[in-house]
């Protein structure tokens, strides 16, 4: 099953590639990985994994053990998002709501063939810059999509 993979720049610009490898398979957030296991264009980078999530929304956390799914009690934050039936519509003054804890359905922390996106945070810079690498990627893709144009016309 191929992954989507998110890598995130200090300048906050996120590049996308989709790849089918094995090599990210029993890495655990937070491991340092070398960019040749994600792309060979990408020899020389060095990313960290800060995130993942599986087809059906579920992300994967630190704390949790594993690779299946695990009900957690969780505070407002990662994984959790809701807001007290009290507080109704209202702007809240106070962005984390006090007191409230959920049950909720998490993934752990080891990457499965279960796992569809994986979020990258760049550490260390290649030789080449990422939007070169992926201009050339974006390009390739438009002359490919030119070309099916071109056959279907005909």
Same mark, same amino acid.
């Given at each position: 099953?191929?992954?989507?993979?998110? +890598?995130?720049?200090? @300048?906050?610009?996120?590049?996308?590639? @989709? +790849?089918?490898? !094995? !090599?990210?398979?029993? =890495?655990?957030?937070?491991?340092?990985?070398?960019?040749?296991?994600?792309?060979?264009?990408? !020899?020389?980078?060095?990313?960290?994994?800060?995130?993942?999530?599986?087809?059906?929304?579920?992300?994967?956390? =630190? @704390?949790?053990?594993? +690779?299946?799914?695990?009900?957690?009690?969780?505070?407002?934050?990662?994984?959790?998002? =809701?807001?007290?039936?009290? %507080?109704?519509? =209202?702007?809240?003054?106070?962005?984390?709501?006090?007191?409230?804890?959920?049950?909720?359905?998490?993934?752990?922390?080891?990457?499965?063939?279960?796992?569809?996106?994986?979020?990258?945070?760049?550490?260390? %810079?290649?030789?080449?810059?990422?939007? !070169?690498?992926?201009?050339?990627?974006?390009?390739?893709?438009?002359?490919?999509?030119?070309?099916?144009?071109?056959?279907?016309?005909?």
């Amino acid at each position: 099953m191929p992954f989507k993979i998110n +890598i995130g720049t200090k @300048e906050g610009k996120t590049y996308k590639i @989709e +790849i089918e490898s !094995e !090599e990210l398979v029993g =890495k655990s957030l937070g491991d340092k990985i070398n960019g040749k296991e994600v792309s060979p264009s990408l !020899e020389g980078y060095e990313f960290e994994i800060r995130g993942t999530s599986d087809k059906s929304g579920f992300t994967s956390m =630190k @704390e949790v053990e594993g +690779i299946g799914l695990k009900k957690v009690l969780l505070r407002y934050g990662k994984g959790m998002h =809701k807001r007290p039936k009290r %507080e109704g519509k =209202k702007k809240r003054s106070n962005p984390t709501p006090g007191g409230l804890r959920l049950r909720k359905t998490v993934r752990g922390k080891i990457i499965s063939p279960a796992i569809t996106q994986i979020n990258l945070k760049l550490i260390k %810079e290649g030789p080449k810059k990422l939007s !070169e690498i992926f201009a050339e990627k974006t390009e390739a893709g438009e002359k490919k999509a030119e070309e099916k144009v071109e056959t279907k016309k005909v």
